[in-house]
């Protein structure tokens, strides 16, 4: 009965610590609802262009045009450390990626994926809608 015991407490603890959360850092929902004009003169959302927006999202959104109606809105907090409000991603000058400062992983744009550095978890991801003069940009 003694080891019959032991086992299921075993087991038991096995699994209770194999459920841990792979991402450790949560981000916080925060409300998104605004639009965009990527059409206007000073716009710098031409193709492959970004644009960042600071007073939303959690750390800031930056808003990505893949061809001329696709577009991609990603909250700005590294996945990785979403409590050190240092770990902001900032778009790599070639305009293909983001990058964070702080732990060095690097997310694509057209899916929020990272593909470098220590951070797992894509990037939070925003619901954008074209009607051919606004980005609508939600969650």
């Known amino acids: 009965m003694k080891t019959f015991l ?21 981000i916080p929902y925060v409300a998104v609802n605004f639009y965009v004009y990527p059409n206007g003169i000073d716009s710098d959302l031409g193709i492959s262009g970004y644009k960042y927006f600071s007073r ?10 893949m061809t001329p109606d696709q577009f991609f ?10 409590q050190n ?8 000058p070639s305009g293909l990626y983001a990058v964070c400062p702080v732990c ?11 593909f470098k550095g220590p951070s ?3 990037l939070v ?15």
């Not at 032991?6 to 991402?23: A, G, H, M, R, Y």
């Not at 409000?85 to 790599?92: Q, T």
């Open 85 to 92: 409000p240092s770990a902001i991603i900032n778009v790599d």
């Open 56 to 65: 939303v999202g959690y750390r800031g959104i930056v808003v990505y045009r």
């Open 6 to 26: 032991s086992t299921i407490l075993l087991v038991f603890l096995l699994f209770s610590s194999s459920c841990k959360d792979e991402n450790p850092y949560n």
């Open 73 to 82: 809105a990603y909250d700005r907090t590294c996945t990785y450390d979403s």
């Open 120 to 122: 797992k978890n894509q």
């Open 125 to 139: 991801q925003y619901h954008t809608s074209y009607d051919g003069y606004k980005v609508f940009v939600t969650n």
């Open 104 to 114: 060095g992983s690097r997310y694509l744009l057209t899916d929020g994926y990272p």
